[in-house]
């Protein structure tokens, strides 16, 4: 069963929790691919296959400046698709591999046992390419996913041939195989408008997964001529690229991170990034990741604790299932796959969903807590029970010396102070409630626990003196 968080509870859960809306409300659903049904526009120009190049480092550089330039700032959202220009008209179309019914009709193309039996055999286990899953089988109606990447036509319909060319394509992770019915013309004038029809058989790339759910284009009208699609399947590639300096993303399927306080009781959450104008890649949140943690350890004070980023969760999030682009959390502490609880948010009549969930934790540094969880848990402990006394037993606050030198009539004054340092007394009998702990465990999360207070007194006299100002535990 699917779990939602009701926005109306947001204020009272961890931010991590979330989704940041001040990012997501800014983003707007993605335009529809229009993937193209007419291949030629002029003669001898003849579009059987096109590719998106996309060069992830490229990409991640990008982030990196943009998010160096103004650490705060969301990345730039586009949802601009260009439109092909069509400069003929009734120009010849390639012939399709595929067979063509008789009648040479819509319903008789549907109809065709041809296709699904091609699509049924590509599902068999033995089938199935390596490092792929089949998402879905036999489907009239093609993918509209996240992160176009481009299209080939097909002599055979061939699932091994459609992973291979994925496989080459930068940034491809899922294929989308099927029949299609098109026009033997582009029916883009009267006395063209209803052609007869030839089958392509086309292999679709995208870098979000392709699924049941996004396999939403059953076609559409030319002038009069129709395009249908039969023999539709989805196949994705779980095995992501590993962003240089992390461990291999761990796929969490449909769920989001939901990390709760550390043991110390901070929130490990940092900040969010949307990107929706290019495929999907976990370097881009890699780069926001590695520029937080850059910046936060720039910018750290001496002797206090850096949150910097460790840890991120990157999926496609979908808000009333349709992709509004990729989110990146990121975190200063890694977080276990139990920790995916999250499926979906409610913000007013809209459903966001997640997808194609991965987690990647920083290889040499992990994140930690403020300090260590035995140390926590033994303070918690100490506070249940109810052993600050105990703690105060054991711990003396070494005295903090002030020498005030007083000058009258002017009553001006200079101060010298030496910080006290904690220290342990001869040892007391250990509650029953510390035993488990060791000592010098238990001695941090009494220094946690216990409260120092001071008093004073000063003297002022007519020539300069010294006074000596005891400050003691209590």
Same mark, same amino acid.
């Given at each position: 069963?699917? $779990?939602?968080? #009701?926005? &109306? !509870?947001? %204020? @009272?859960? +961890?931010?991590?929790?979330?989704?940041?809306?001040?990012? /997501?409300? *800014?983003?707007?659903?993605?335009?529809?691919?229009?993937?193209?049904?007419?291949?030629?526009?002029?003669?001898?120009?003849?579009?059987?296959?096109?590719?998106?190049?996309?060069?992830?480092?490229?990409?991640?550089?990008?982030?990196?400046?943009?998010?160096?330039?103004?650490?705060?700032?969301?990345?730039?959202?586009?949802?601009?698709?260009?439109?092909?220009?069509?400069?003929?008209?009734?120009?010849?179309?390639?012939?399709?591999?595929?067979?063509?019914?008789?009648?040479?009709?819509?319903?008789?193309?549907?109809?065709?046992?041809?296709? $699904?039996?091609? #699509?049924? &055999? !590509?599902? %068999? @286990?033995? +089938?199935?390419?390596?490092?792929?899953?089949?998402?879905? /089988?036999? *489907?009239?109606?093609?993918?509209?996913?996240?992160?176009?990447?481009?299209?080939?036509?097909?002599?055979?319909?061939?699932?091994?041939?459609?992973?291979?060319?994925?496989?080459?394509?930068?940034?491809?992770?899922?294929?989308?195989?099927?029949?299609?019915?098109?026009?033997?013309?582009?029916?883009?004038?009267?006395?063209?408008?209803?052609?007869?029809?030839?089958?392509?058989?086309?292999?679709?790339?995208?870098?979000?997964?392709?699924?049941?759910?996004?396999?939403?284009?059953?076609?559409?009208?030319?002038?009069?001529?129709?395009?249908?699609?039969?023999?539709?399947?989805?196949?994705?590639?779980?095995?992501?690229?590993?962003?240089?300096?992390?461990?291999?993303? /761990?796929?969490?399927?449909?769920?989001?991170?939901?990390?709760?306080?550390?043991?110390?009781?901070?929130?490990?959450?940092?900040?969010?990034?949307?990107?929706?104008?290019?495929?999907?890649?976990?370097?881009?949140?890699?780069?926001?990741?590695?520029?937080?943690?850059?910046?936060?350890?720039?910018?750290?004070?001496?002797?206090?604790?850096?949150?910097?980023?460790?840890?991120?969760?990157?999926?496609?999030?979908?808000?009333?299932?349709?992709?509004?682009?990729?989110?990146?959390?990121?975190?200063?502490?890694?977080?276990?796959?139990?920790?995916?609880?999250?499926?979906?948010?409610?913000?007013?009549?809209?459903?966001?969903?997640?997808?194609?969930?991965?987690?990647?934790?920083?290889?040499?540094?992990?994140?930690?807590?403020?300090?260590?969880?035995?140390?926590?848990?033994?303070?918690?402990?100490?506070?249940?029970?109810?052993?600050?006394?105990?703690?105060?037993?054991?711990?003396?606050?070494?005295?903090?010396?002030?020498?005030?030198?007083?000058?009258?009539?002017?009553?001006?004054?200079?101060?010298?102070?030496?910080?006290?340092?904690?220290?342990?007394?001869?040892?007391?009998?250990?509650?029953?409630?510390?035993?488990?702990?060791?000592?010098?465990?238990?001695?941090?999360?009494?220094?946690?626990?216990?409260?120092?207070?001071?008093?004073?007194?000063?003297?002022?006299?007519?020539?300069?003196?010294?006074?000596?100002?005891?400050?003691?535990?209590?």
């Amino acid at each position: 069963m699917r $779990s939602f968080i #009701a926005a &109306a !509870a947001f %204020a @009272a859960l +961890a931010q991590a929790q979330d989704l940041d809306w001040d990012v /997501v409300l *800014q983003a707007t659903p993605i335009a529809e691919v229009s993937i193209p049904v007419v291949y030629a526009t002029v003669p001898a120009n003849t579009a059987t296959a096109t590719t998106v190049s996309y060069s992830s480092e490229a990409a991640a550089a990008a982030v990196t400046s943009a998010l160096e330039a103004n650490p705060s700032d969301a990345f730039p959202l586009d949802n601009n698709i260009a439109k092909r220009a069509t400069v003929a008209t009734c120009q010849t179309q390639p012939t399709g591999a595929g067979p063509v019914p008789t009648p040479d009709s819509a319903s008789a193309f549907l109809a065709l046992p041809d296709f $699904s039996a091609s #699509a049924t &055999a !590509a599902a %068999a @286990a033995t +089938a199935i390419p390596s490092g792929y899953v089949n998402t879905f /089988v036999n *489907q009239k109606a093609s993918n509209n996913a996240y992160g176009y990447m481009g299209y080939t036509l097909l002599t055979e319909y061939n699932a091994q041939t459609c992973a291979d060319k994925c496989t080459k394509i930068n940034g491809c992770q899922a294929f989308n195989i099927y029949f299609e019915r098109d026009p033997t013309v582009n029916p883009d004038d009267s006395s063209c408008s209803s052609p007869s029809s030839t089958t392509q058989i086309k292999c679709v790339y995208w870098s979000g997964p392709v699924t049941s759910d996004n396999a939403n284009n059953a076609g559409q009208w030319r002038n009069q001529f129709q395009v249908v699609i039969a023999g539709s399947n989805g196949y994705v590639n779980k095995s992501i690229a590993t962003p240089d300096g992390y461990n291999a993303g /761990v796929y969490l399927n449909n769920a989001a991170i939901n990390a709760p306080l550390d043991c110390t009781g901070d929130d490990t959450f940092l900040e969010s990034h949307v990107f929706n104008n290019k495929p999907f890649d976990a370097n881009l949140c890699a780069a926001a990741c590695n520029s937080q943690a850059n910046y936060a350890r720039a910018t750290a004070q001496d002797g206090k604790f850096t949150k910097a980023c460790n840890f991120f969760n990157t999926y496609l999030l979908y808000k009333n299932k349709v992709n509004i682009g990729q989110y990146c959390a990121l975190y200063d502490q890694s977080w276990a796959s139990s920790y995916a609880k999250n499926t979906g948010y409610y913000y007013g009549q809209d459903v966001y969903t997640v997808g194609f969930s991965y987690s990647f934790s920083n290889k040499t540094d992990p994140g930690q807590p403020r300090y260590p969880c035995a140390v926590a848990s033994a303070k918690s402990a100490i506070s249940s029970a109810t052993l600050q006394s105990y703690c105060s037993s054991i711990l003396t606050l070494a005295a903090a010396t002030t020498q005030i030198v007083v000058y009258t009539p002017t009553v001006s004054a200079t101060t010298f102070t030496t910080a006290g340092a904690l220290k342990k007394r001869a040892t007391s009998a250990t509650p029953s409630a510390l035993q488990k702990y060791a000592p010098s465990v238990v001695t941090q999360a009494c220094g946690l626990a216990v409260t120092s207070g001071a008093t004073a007194t000063t003297t002022t006299t007519a020539s300069p003196t010294t006074v000596y100002i005891a400050t003691s535990t209590v």
